[in-house]
């Protein structure tokens, strides 16, 4: 097992460096065969997991709860390796060795955070994840990414402070039992939790949710979220929503198991409660009316992590249930969202979701896989967020909560009402029989980039060209495109996403059941 965690730890980073000294084709190679070998390696490793946790010298950690976590981010690392092989077509072969180093240190972290041991060492991963993610949001040299770069490393670095205070609190209150050599492990703090003292335990889970809650995207301090996945490249988008908030998530549950160890659920529930809810109403009334595609499918991140907020705070075992079989159905269904999103701007030449009409025409097979993959990220049947959504309300009602779980399934309906009549406005609308010559937008371009096209602001974002420019790009009218898919790596992982959807949905593997069952057990603090 100690073999297969120092696989998972070393192979991205290892190819992060190789990708940055090879050709761009080569580059995308190894990051495909990367991706897939880590993937392999977070199933091999599912059964040990479930068997028992394992831990080295108090630095490494596996176990059910952090499998599901790396589970996710596994899946969408080879997804979108597939989908940046198509994306970056045509890039330069500088660009390209740059964003592959990036996206590989990108993933290396998020999957060295959940097997992390100790509270410290989990703060430190989740640090590099800002730092590397900052980098990528700006890799296009634009001003608008500039802007959101600056943006997102100002709040998640003030974010992320407060969670350093909360890792110092928990600090103090371990010393208090296990001496001043405690090296914050999360299972000895666990194990002495009744004995802990309750006001810094207190204080440190409302700084670690308001702090990793910076990087989760809860309300109110989701601020960078809209800005840094719209300017970001869509292979980005995709990992910063389907797998960083996850990831950061994570460390607010392992913060809650110390918690509900010390003060009873009691306390941690009714706060993730309050922050869920102001995430899910905020997010349910931002989806309608956005203009950008990619700020609309922000938001509607901002709203699921508000579900999973929610269904913690219910504490029921099929609510803690759905929780996690939320987090990898979202991954992959955001994921799919992303991508799909990514396709048509570079389509379109634009973000803008008023140029972009009669897609179901113009994108014979990304068309129908974008209105599938936002449906199943509304929770329509057979999908695995249907299947979680159902088990956390089921949750909710079965323990009492029946205010909660009614504002949950209103604000929800509310959300899938926003996504729905954006998405079929692009989809559906016939574009115009004869449109005239294609207008021209004054851009500033400092780069070759993915979403380069941004001199023209929207509702808070920039234009994105989806390909390689050099000079002011037009949007493209529809009438004037013809139809056909970008590129076929760009469509083959959408199917996959598609798949995964319909078998957590249907039904699981009996070994993710077991996973999924044994994790929410440790959330409710069973042996």
């Keep these: 097992m100690l073999g297969i965690i120092l696989a998972i730890l070393i192979l991205p980073l290892a190819v992060a460096i190789a990708a940055f000294l090879a050709p761009a084709r080569v580059a995308s190679g190894i990051t495909i065969a990367s991706g897939i070998a880590c993937f392999g390696l977070v199933l091999a490793l599912i059964p040990h997991a479930t068997a028992g946790a394992a831990t080295y010298r108090s630095y490494l950690r596996a176990d059910a709860l952090s499998c599901v976590f790396l589970l996710a981010t596994a899946f969408l690392y080879v997804a979108v390796a597939v989908y940046a092989a198509g994306y970056l077509k045509g890039r330069t072969d500088r660009y390209a060795r740059r964003f592959y180093l990036g996206f590989n240190v990108f993933a290396w972290a ?157 306390f941690p529930r009714g706060t993730l409660l309050v922050f869920g809810i102001a995430s899910l109403l905020l997010a349910s009334l931002y989806v309608f009316g956005q203009r950008d595609v990619k700020r609309l499918l922000a938001y509607s991140s901002v709203e699921h992590m508000g579900i999973l907020a929610i269904g913690v705070s219910f504490g029921a075992p099929v609510a803690l249930a759905g929780v996690l079989l939320h987090v990898m159905a979202h991954a992959a269904a955001k994921g799919n969202a992303f991508m799909g999103a990514g ?135 529809s009438g004037m495109l013809t139809p056909g898919e970008p590129s076929a790596w760009m469509v083959v992982p959408v199917l996959a996403g598609l798949t995964v959807l319909v078998v957590l949905g249907v039904h699981p593997p009996g070994e993710l059941t077991n996973l999924i069952t044994q994790a929410a057990a440790q959330l409710r603090g069973a042996p």
Excluded: C
């Excluded at 900052?134 to 990414?145: F, M, R």
């Excluded at 009744?194 to 989760?216: I, N």
């Design 110 to 266: 998020m999957l060295a955070a959940p097997l992390m041991s100790s509270l410290a060492l989990l703060w430190i991963a989740v640090e590099v994840t800002t730092v590397v993610s900052a980098l990528l949001v700006a890799i296009e040299d634009t001003d608008g990414a500039a802007e959101a770069s600056w943006k997102y490393v100002l709040i998640a670095s003030a974010g992320l402070g407060l969670a350093l205070l909360a890792t110092i609190f928990v600090y103090y209150a371990g010393a208090q039992v296990l001496g001043a050599h405690s090296n914050l492990a999360i299972q000895p703090l666990i194990s002495v939790g009744s004995r802990l003292p309750k006001t810094p335990v207190r204080l440190a889970f409302l700084l670690a949710v308001l702090g990793y809650g910076t990087k989760v995207g809860l309300v109110p301090v989701h601020t960078w979220l809209p800005d840094a996945h719209s300017e970001a490249p869509t292979p980005v988008s995709a990992l910063l929503s389907g797998a960083l908030l996850a990831t950061s998530f994570y460390a607010i549950l392992r913060f809650y198991q110390v918690a509900a160890a010390t003060l009873g659920s009691g």
């Design 343 to 477: 396709v048509f701007t570079v389509k379109y030449g634009t973000k803008q979701m008023s140029a972009m009409r009669d897609g179901l025409r113009l994108l014979p097979w990304s068309g129908p896989l974008f209105l599938l993959s936002i449906f199943a990220l509304s929770a329509l049947p057979p999908s695995g967020i249907f299947r979680s959504e159902f088990e956390i309300v089921a949750g909710g009602l079965g323990n009492g909560d029946y205010a909660a779980a009614a504002v949950l399934v209103v604000l929800v309906t509310m959300a899938f009402i926003g996504l729905a009549t954006s998405t079929t406005k692009v989809l559906l609308t016939p574009a115009p029989a004869e449109r005239g010559p294609a207008e021209k937008i004054p851009v500033e371009i400092a780069a070759i980039g993915t979403d380069a096209v941004s001199g023209v602001r929207g509702n808070g974002g920039g234009y994105g060209s989806g390909g390689a420019v050099a000079m002011a790009a037009p949007v493209r009218a």
